[in-house]
């Protein structure tokens, strides 16, 4: 499965498959892909929330509330990394959504969107994303993800 | 969170927490939900495809083609499992789709919904559901998943 | 492989497999063994350590501090847990080794050992096992895990 | 802790770190330390078997006997990878034993051994090595890993 080339407004984490991520399908198990999804929020974070202090959005806390992918082709394990590619769809107080796209070259793996909570793990509540965090997160807008099979 | 009592039409799993589910914030991790629901499908599989053969769905093969899901509660590891409600949301010829709640009592941790593909894994290629696959769906068939959080 | 029935002094807890745990080579992956000892170690903790408060262990801190296994037949997933057998091997002023044995009636899947240290982990260094932890261990102190493949 | 540097005759293979390794005491859980040896193992074969085909070890099968670790120092997630140094300690006909530290520059983080099996997947049984498995392996034949923890 071809597309398009992304535009520029997003994010390219390389993330790094394990062998392990496979399971008695002999492919990436559907599971494994959320952990990739993971990883690659992960060090997006520590990207934009620079001016934030690196990675004061998850020390301070930052909950998942929502998730949906769409798996396009199956993956096996191979040493090279994927390419995760990230953008922001949507941008609230205290709470953005974010799209992805799990790629190599051409192929296209999967497509997903997280909603993210900035959460304050002290006190166990939302909070308001900070200025440098809402700019950072504003520079990175883009299309919603392009869901094909929600019925 | 509290909601009303899943009506008849649904099949429980029972699944097992592992201490190794949850993350560095001391819950179980987001990632971690998707194999929750992933052991109550295979559990679930091999009750509702008994008349055809008990395990032949996974044996011949079943994929994965849409997963979503919305985080309600966080949960904590404890020795007790937690309870994942399931039924049938959508019945094609070679796929349908199934709702999950998990709960424990009336607490609502997470509520999703996936699509799955019949796949004939020698064959690389999707297959119709047998008469026998279709007639252990049917019987629970029920409402949509009531996903709030979409935009 | 069959072996002569456990001796009492040991503690078994019931560790349920998730099809997850297979590998592409459709077997429960060695790393998962891990995960399920892991979760055979917590369980036998709380019943343990009931004396000192149930879950003290974990909540003041536990480290691994070694392990060893030696892997004896493949598993495959099945719904049916399998049972590890648990007892103490040496038993040290901060720290104490046990053994364990993966089995299914006379099935022996693996025999491990471990070194456990109780941890502080908010100073963040071995503290004394208490006077009730001790008399805990000490009631199921047996014999040597019999490692056959040391070289 | 600090240790001399490993000598010419390993091999090195840098493996990436995720967050989701970490377990709720918020460092790399002990069993996603075997994850890392696996994933270690996994790039050294492609290596050392490239004149045998390359995956050809992994692709007829090599199962894993026995693992032993002793964990030395808490790791925490950082976007950088590790080092795992790996080099052969002991070569049979069928098996061989190999020797891992995981490090970062002079930290140690754990030293472990592994006895795996060459193994006939399709006739289920263990198969012998064939010449250029043996001389790949040979050429990494080394000390015995320093276990200091064994009773």
Known sequence: MTSEPPPQTRF????????????????VNNVQFH???EEARIRAFSEWFHASGGDSMLRSGVLLARQEIEFLE???YRPEPVAIEMWVT?????????????????????????TLV???????RPRSLSRDERSALEALLGEPVA????R
């Open 35 to 37: 952990r990739l999804l």
């Open 12 to 27: 390219t984490a390389e993330v790094v498959l394990r062998w392990g991520d496979m399971d008695a399908y002999g492919h």
């Open 90 to 114: 949507h941008l609230g107080g205290a709470s953005w959504d974010m799209g992805y796209e799990i790629r190599d070259g051409d192929a296209l793996y999967a497509r997903a969107e997280s």
């Open 118 to 124: 900035a959460f304050d793990l002290a006190a166990q």
């Open 147 to 150: 869901m094909r099979r929600r």
């Open 74 to 76: 199956q993956l096996t």
